[in-house]
């Protein structure tokens, strides 16, 4: 308890004992508000949730965290079939399960945190209607528990990539120190969208259905199953438009030696998904204290 | 010193289906907005009548101008019926949702119980289970470890901890969820009457607590229906009605007030088809109760008198099997006894129509005070309520009986027994 109190006058140096108040719950709220030291405050909570989600998702299942894995190869095997052996698009002379599995590993993450953080409110409405605690925390953790779920997936893609760089099929490029850049990227604007259709969805339940149709459109207009270079100029400098676009090329271009898009994209991209992701915490923060009255 | 202010606490609600026309209504109140006038929509709502069907609009306070604040180390008694915004403001207070008007001063960490267990998962075990309720309800994760034996030896489930929480009982999931509850050390406590749920001795456990943590001089806000505890607990009241908050005083005038509010004319004759508050299916409904002394109508009696009722019910269908149970309950809402047809072996045939039921209660021996009674009609299975209502009747029992030889106090007893003495050396 002691260490609790030293560590909240720390952090907020007004105590009870000055005249001071702790909290101030007024109707009016301010326009912008980021609560960012509030969150640091519950990090352990954080941290539990995404504890919870990560083992509490394959609790009794045979394969356990197996799954982790075979999701994305099953998908790589799909769309090798589909869009590699029968619809034969390009993978810019890379081997396939290498130009699929990058794809898909990095359009999964993205398209899990969005989904998932998009169902916020809905999803923990009865959480929310019994115990305050700034709910950011809940789409942090799932964005957390899904960036570690990557990193599982992108091990297992690094052992299959050495498979074929051992044969001399493949060799990395300098690119590949952007790798924590796309990371930040697809991490900002996963959680940032995901934040904001969350907050719409609290009073228009039509985004819910919008979002599962949507993020598949999405990935069909996102280089996933085929490169950007089997397009052409105008469509191409189109296409960099979506923020995603960069983070795909640049990933495979780090790893496979495909062409690179230009660096500009890619500033733009970073640009875009920090702004998407600010302004999805101030809107998910002024949606957060009356979402309960309309849920 | 005041650690609670409460300023001008105002909360609109919308009635109706949610999302219904609230396109329309933000651009109108952006609309407004922008032009710097006030919400169109907080002038129309109203008070929140729960009993008038006859309100015009679709919005409406379910609490209006609350002011009212809080000493430090004092236990504030929230008393009202339901729907008088007691749970509205205890969210307020927590920052589960925010007020439409007004300010609201807080000083110190507010720990808030509206249930117990919030957020248990059931694939996590008990340890798991008891950080992760822990940091919910605003623990650090040190804290909560060096809490940890004595939260596990308090709810007494030491041997099931590192079991998945969906293996235990429902009783020792409530028991580990208030046990974590109860290790938080909050400056300011609100506790909603949900805790009352469990059994006998659980509801014991849970007001010891609380009896301990205002005695460490922490302020504890508390809302219940049970008047004997709120008694019990508290120093001071206030009375919410239809979202007003209409009286505060010390505890045990707030709970007279509330009390003598809810108590019934002279009349001796029951309308319950015209009762609001009801559950149930509403297949048969009770429609009238006369209470009757010596064949007189009349609800007061003395001690040895019989009481004779005449319960009326209705149904527009046919069903074949009916359970009739009276609650019988003590001035301050607290159940006596559930007195069902069966435990007489009385069978109700199928029923139809209108039917009018006789009960008679021989020689009353209850202490000198008011009574009130709930009635409920269901499956004689009790699978499905056909109707509930509760305190809508009340009788009274009056000193002066010949047979009882000395002064009963009310406060003093229930039932007045007279076994046979004799003196045998």
């Known amino acids: ?295 | 010193m005041h650690v609670i202010e409460v300023e001008n606490i105002s909360k609109l609600y919308k009635l109706g289906q949610v999302g219904t026309g609230s396109l329309s209504h933000d651009i109108n109140r952006w609309w407004h907005k922008i032009r710097g006038k006030e919400d169109p929509y907080l002038k129309i709502g109203q008070v929140n009548k729960r009993d008038d069907n006859t309100m015009a609009s679709d919005y409406v306070w379910a609490l209006k101008d609350i002011n009212f604040s809080v000493k430090e180390g004092e236990v504030l008694g929230i008393i009202g019926r339901n729907g008088a915004g007691k749970s509205t403001l205890l969210k307020l207070l927590s920052k589960i949702t925010a007020p439409t008007t007004g300010e609201i001063r807080i000083k110190g960490r507010v720990g808030a119980l509206l249930e117990v267990g919030t957020g248990f998962h059931p694939e996590l075990t008990g340890r798991e289970n008891i950080f992760l309720n822990g940091s919910i309800l605003g623990m650090t994760k040190s804290e909560i470890k060096s809490k940890f034996d004595e939260i596990v030896d308090f709810a007494g489930v030491a041997k099931y901890v590192d079991t998945p929480v969906k293996r235990y009982s429902s009783g020792m999931i409530v028991r580990l969820g208030f046990a974590v509850a109860a290790h938080l050390e909050p400056e300011i406590l609100i506790v909603d009457e949900v805790l009352a749920v469990g059994d006998a001795d659980f509801q014991e456990k849970c007001i010891n607590k609380m009896n301990s943590v205002s005695k460490q001089g922490r302020t504890v806000l508390f809302v219940s229906h049970n008047m004997t505890s709120v008694m019990q607990l508290c120093s001071r009241g206030i009375l919410l009605e239809n979202g007003l908050l209409t009286y505060q005083n010390d505890i045990r005038s707030v709970i007279d007030t509330y009390l003598k509010k809810n108590t019934f004319g002279a009349e001796s004759s029951f309308d319950l088809a015209a009762f609001n508050s009801r559950t149930g299916s509403g297949r048969i409904k009770f429609t009238k109760l006369e209470i009757f002394n010596q064949h007189k109508p009349d609800k007061n009696f003395l001690i040895g008198d019989d009481m004779i009722l005449h319960l009326t019910l209705e149904s527009k269908y046919e069903i074949p099997g009916v359970a009739i149970a009276i609650q019988l309950y003590d001035r301050n809402e607290q159940i006596l006894s559930n007195i069902e047809n069966i435990d007489s072996d009385f069978i109700i045939p199928p029923f139809y129509g209108t039917k009018t039921f006789e009960i008679s209660f021989k020689n009353l021996n209850f202490y000198p005070n008011t009574y009130k009674f709930g009635f409920w009609a269901g499956t004689p299975d009790g699978s499905e309520t056909y109707d509930y209502i509760k305190f809508c009747a009340d009788f009274n029992i009056l000193s002066g009986s010949a047979r009882v030889k000395r002064n009963l106090r009310p406060e003093k007893g229930i039932v007045y027994i007279t076994p046979s003495w004799k003196q045998i050396n």
């Not at chain 1, 698009?89 to 794809?103: E, H, K, Q, R, V």
């Not at chain 1, 959480?127 to 570690?148: C, E, H």
């Not at chain 1, 997936?153 to 690119?175: D, T």
């Open chain 1, 1 to 295: 308890m002691e260490k609790r109190e030293e560590e909240e006058k720390k952090i907020n140096p007004i105590m009870p004992d000055n005249n001071r108040w702790t909290t101030i719950i007024s109707a009016k709220q301010k326009a912008i508000r980021l609560n960012l030291k509030e969150i640091y405050r519950y990090k352990d909570l954080i941290l539990l949730l995404t504890r919870r989600d990560i083992v509490a998702m394959y609790k009794q299942t045979i394969l356990g965290p197996v799954w982790f894995v075979l999701q994305p190869l099953l998908t790589t095997i799909t769309f090798t079939l589909i869009f590699g052996k029968i619809a034969k698009l390009s993978t810019d002379n890379t081997p396939p399960i290498l130009f699929y599995l990058s794809g898909v590993i990095v359009w999964n993450y993205f398209s899990e945190t969005l989904i998932k953080t998009s169902n916020t409110f809905i999803a923990n409405a009865n959480l929310f209607g019994k115990v305050y605690f700034p709910r950011l925390v809940v789409p942090l953790s799932i964005s957390l528990s899904n960036l570690l779920t990557f990193f599982v997936q992108f091990v297992f893609f690094l052992i299959i990539y050495l498979y074929y760089a051992y044969r001399g099929n493949v060799s990395p490029g300098y690119y590949i120190i952007y790798i924590p850049v796309l990371l930040i990227i697809m991490s900002a604007l996963g959680l940032g969208m995901g934040v904001i259709i969350s907050a719409l969805t609290t009073k228009y339940r039509d985004m819910r259905f919008l979002i599962t149709f949507g993020v598949q459109l999405f990935m069909f207009l996102s280089p996933v199953v085929y490169p950007l270079s089997s397009m052409n100029q105008q469509a191409q400098k189109l296409m960099l438009l979506n923020p995603m676009a960069p983070v795909l090329e640049f990933f495979k271009c780090a790893f496979l030696q495909t062409p690179a898009p230009p660096l500009y994209s890619l500033v733009y991209s970073l640009f875009f998904s920090i702004l998407t992701l600010l302004s999805g915490i101030i809107i998910f923060n002024k949606v957060e204290k009356n979402f309960m009255d309309t849920v």
